[in-house]
Structures are given as structure tokens and as C-alpha cells.
């Protein structure tokens, strides 16, 4: 009993363990996109405000 025990004991470790690095994962990409998608717009406003044209769709 005590093999299955730790064995269990393992399996859990492996999930938690994976559940977290999912976690800090999809956390970091989602801040990584963020940060590009605030630049992309930056970048944007940059542009168009330089045009003088204040109207997104010319």
C-alpha cells in the first residue's frame, strides 16, 4: 500500500507541477502579447497622427 501511496504522491506532484508551469506560462505570452500589441498601437497613433489626418479609416 505504501508503493501506491507514493506513487500517488508523485502523480500529483507531476500535476500540480504542471498546472503551475501552464499558469506561468500562458501568464507570461499573455503579457508578452500586451506589451507588442501596445507598441503595434503606439506605432499606429505615431503614424497617423503625423499624417494629420485624425480619422482611423482613410
Not at 508503493?3 to 503551475?20: D, P, W
Not at 507570461?28 to 482611423?56: C, M, V
Request: hydrophobic residues 40%; negative net charge.
Amino acid at each position: 500500500m505504501e508503493k501506491s501511496f507514493t506513487l500517488l504522491h508523485t502523480i500529483a506532484a507531476a500535476g500540480a507541477f504542471s498546472a503551475i508551469s501552464f499558469w506561468y506560462g500562458f501568464m507570461f505570452g499573455r503579457e508578452s502579447a500586451r506589451k507588442e500589441l501596445g507598441d503595434l498601437i503606439e506605432d499606429l497613433r505615431r503614424s497617423s497622427g503625423t499624417s494629420g489626418d485624425s480619422s482611423p479609416h482613410s
